[in-house]
């Protein structure tokens, strides 16, 4: 056999193989591959294809991504109309179809049958479109358009990956028409809006626009990079024989290859129908997707037939919509609330609106860039969101309804509970680990703890479970304390008596000698809780930790430059600064002199992590420095040729061009031409130094992080520990715990129950622990396990 025979003969195999693996991905859902190994495979055939152009076909895999750019869509006439439902919004309109159903099937004197049989999915919130296939091939995609006529978007839906190119198996009509629903996950439509807002776009208002928008690209390359995907749900014209029943024929087209509703449910009667409608909305925001209500047909085809259609939409089938998810609504204020780290944020005051069964008079704005993002006036009409529990959210402004006495939104000059002055820190876009350009920026009222909003929250914040844990003093505990002046700062807490509160509202004696003894009990916290529950701005638990981890000592912590900090696992240098200037606040200094005052002791201090202190090298070191238009490449570059930090400060301008493109070089000498960045590149380095994490420095290997640089992820329920238990034991040991499974993860613990990451898991071949085996795995570490 021949080279090309032999390559063609591959080419075909790769084929087969690659359709295989997105039936099983896209259809099945039960991925047999990795995404490596699927990759890999289609690189080759990809290759072979290159090198073998006679032998590429419009249906390999290969060929999703059109090369040309649309002027525009062409207009695609469809053969059998695409109908719209019609709608029912609560159980008296469901049993009035039912009626409709049976009444036009003549069935209600029929002794012999009691019920109708209904199919039941879920109604996806997306877009219609329909599929051709002509001998098994893929040969145009439309939208709905009007129902008679949409537009050709063919190679569109040619780069959705769960739309087969070429159907599977055998026995599909000639001609087969497929109706369906492409749409965006709520994961895909978060990945989406991130990257939005990483280049500067704008971020889509829901799943269902940013599915609308994405396929309706006259580039099939932008559609291709958006997170699109299928679910069909019924046929259009049929050349050739196909089930008697709507869910046969779905099951038909799955074996095809076409991806069909999980959801998909056969019911006998109206009242399994109410059954899954309730099932389905309890479960809705569990969903992976968006879906605005339940689709129920009557699934033999001949009483399709028999019942016919109205004008508009088939008597068959109805749409059981959920309350709505979106309103109307008008507002009619915006005021100012103050957290516990002094930032001012804008709360919209609206007209009351019931939205998804709950009425919503109030909304988050986030902040003023978000006011910003909307154009938003007071006096609009704007769309309202609520998805679920979430807090409701503005996602639009109807601009043509906007009144001429609308009023621009301000931020107060003043704090709207204490009357101190407010003042507006720029935040940093970073981009890569660089700074970048300007965005946004926090408005924060420099009251401090003279604030009665900040101080509250955060004596709240301070006391809460993962901070220092003080049971019995809940919001309202602590809001009488500040009203009552016997709290003023964390470090008062330790200096209250049992005469001071036993009168207070709620404090008999009993709560008020057990609030005291908590108070006693929390003198202990570990460092990591300590830092927590401070309150430091863009501190969570995971940072508090890494600091505790990393640095070692309340000391060190309090100590640490910007630049230092950002050494230390996922903190970047906007938050260093807040870190920073936190403790480099008189008041805050204070306030932690008091509380060691009143006997704290804070646990597990010890030297810094053994990770941290060796993670430092001259190059990594004037790259954080950001020198505008030098990379890391150009700093190892500077470090290479000069080999100190004096020596780059020395270099002269013929030693720098060696070294550096013109452009770097001059960015360098006018950078250290500026006596500030020269005393704090100095300033940090110095403390490199005093921390024994300098380049030069003799690297000590600091024992007990066995797991230094591991990802471990926890999954399933555990019996003998908590999962936060456990996640303390690996951290202790060095480990990072992380919630998802990825081939960067070095072992999953897997408890009863553990479903999706471990089969993700198994699926990357990682090492799986059960929870017998990790406990034996802790105690060879020197961790013990209580029984």
């Not at 001609?175 to 990483?198: C, P, T």
Request: charged residues 25%; aromatic residues 6%; glycine residues 8%.
């Amino acid at each position: 056999m021949s080279d090309i025979e032999n390559d063609a003969n591959r080419i075909l195999l790769l084929r087969t193989e690659l359709r295989e693996h997105n039936h099983r991905y896209y259809v099945l859902d039960e991925p047999s591959v990795p995404d490596a190994e699927y990759d890999r495979l289609f690189r080759e055939l990809k290759a072979l294809e290159a090198k073998h152009p006679r032998l590429v076909t419009s249906d390999s895999p290969t060929q999703r991504i059109g090369s040309e750019v649309l002027s525009t869509f062409l207009q695609v006439k469809h053969q059998v109309p695409m109908l719209s439902l019609g709608n029912a919004f609560d159980e008296s309109s469901m049993l009035e179809f039912d009626r409709r159903v049976r009444g036009g099937l003549d069935l209600d004197n029929d002794l012999f049958i009691e019920n109708i049989e209904y199919s039941c999915e879920p109604k996806l919130d997306g877009l219609a479109v329909s599929l051709l296939y002509r001998e098994g091939i893929l040969v145009q995609g439309a939208t709905r358009g009007d129902g008679a006529t949409g537009e050709d978007i063919t190679v569109n839906v040619r780069t959705v990956r769960s739309i087969p190119l070429k159907l599977q198996g055998s026995g599909w009509p000639s001609v087969l028409e497929v109706r369906g629903e492409v749409f965006m996950s709520k994961a895909g439509f978060e990945r989406l809006n991130a990257s939005q807002l990483e280049i500067g776009g704008k971020p889509f208002a829901n799943p269902r626009n940013a599915a609308a928008g994405s396929l309706r690209q006259l580039d099939s390359r932008i559609t291709a990079s958006r997170p699109l995907e299928f679910c069909c749900y019924g046929i259009g014209q049929v050349q050739g024989q196909l089930p008697d029943t709507h869910i046969a024929i779905l099951e038909k087209l799955q074996m095809w290859g076409l991806p069909i509703s999980h959801e998909l449910k056969r019911a006998n009667g109206i009242e399994e129908c109410l059954e899954y409608y309730q099932d389905i909305g309890a479960r809705r925001n569990s969903l992976p997707y968006e879906i605005d209500g339940v689709v129920f047909k009557v699934n033999s085809l001949a009483y399709q037939r028999e019942l016919g259609f109205r004008a508009r939409e088939p008597r068959w089938a109805i749409a059981h919509k959920f309350p709505a998810l979106e309103e109307l609504t008008e507002l009619l204020d915006v005021e100012f609330q103050v957290g516990r780290t002094g930032a001012v944020t804008p709360v919209a005051r609206l007209m009351p609106v019931k939205v998804a069964g709950v009425t919503v008079a109030n909304a988050t704005l986030h902040n003023m860039d978000e006011v910003a993002r909307l154009g938003l006036m007071i006096g609009d009409t704007v769309i309202i969101r609520r998805a679920g529990d979430v807090i409701p959210q503005i996602m639009q402004v109807v601009l043509e309804r906007r009144p001429d006495n609308a009023r621009p939104v301000h931020i107060p000059e003043q704090c709207p509970v204490c009357g101190s002055q407010v003042e507006r820190t720029q935040l940093v876009k970073r981009s890569k680990g660089r700074e970048t350009v300007s965005e946004g920026a926090v408005y924060r009222c420099v009251g401090r703890l003279a604030c009665g909003a900040q101080l509250k929250q955060a004596i709240i914040h301070f006391v809460s479970r993962r901070a220092m844990d003080i049971e019995g003093l809940g919001d309202k505990s602590v809001e009488q304390l500040v009203d009552e002046g016997l709290v003023s700062s964390p470090a008062d807490l330790y200096a209250l008596k049992f005469d001071d509160i036993v009168d207070l509202e709620g404090f008999a004696e009993v709560s008020s000698n057990k609030l005291l003894s908590a108070i006693e009990d929390s003198k202990k916290p570990s460092l990591a809780r300590f830092i927590y529950a401070l309150g430091i701005p863009d501190v969570g638990e995971e940072t508090a930790k890494v600091l505790a981890r990393s640095l070692g000592s309340l000391e060190r912590v309090q100590q640490a430059l910007p630049h230092v900090l950002t050494y230390l696992p996922d903190v970047g240098l906007e938050v260093a600064h807040e870190i920073h200037s936190f403790f480099e606040d008189a008041h805050n200094q204070q306030v932690i002199k008091e509380l060691l005052k009143h006997g704290l002791q804070i646990q597990d201090q010890g030297e810094l992590g053994a990770e941290f202190a060796a993670s430092t090298t001259l190059g990594g070191f004037l790259d954080k420095l950001h020198i505008p238009s030098v990379g890391p490449g150009g700093a190892q570059k500077l470090a290479d040729r000069f080999g100190s930090l004096e020596g780059v400060f020395g270099a002269d301008w013929l030693d720098l061009r060696q070294t550096l493109p013109e452009k770097q070089a001059n960015s360098v000498r006018e950078f250290f031409a500026l006596e500030d960045n020269r005393l704090i590149a100095e300033a940090a380095e110095k403390q490199l130094r005093d921390f024994g994490m300098h380049w030069l420095s003799e690297k000590k290997v600091v024992e007990g992080l066995p797991l230094a640089g591991q990802t471990w992820v926890l999954t399933g329920s555990l019996e003998l520990m908590s999962r936060d238990v456990a996640k303390e034991k690996l951290e202790s040991l060095g480990a990072k715990v992380a919630g998802s499974v990825s081939a960067k993860t070095h072992c999953v613990v897997a408890g009863p129950g553990a479903g999706s990451k471990l089969a993700k898991a198994n699926e990357l071949g990682l090492k799986v622990l059960d929870e017998e085996a990790f406990v034996e795995f802790l105690k060879h570490h020197g961790i013990a396990v209580e029984s």
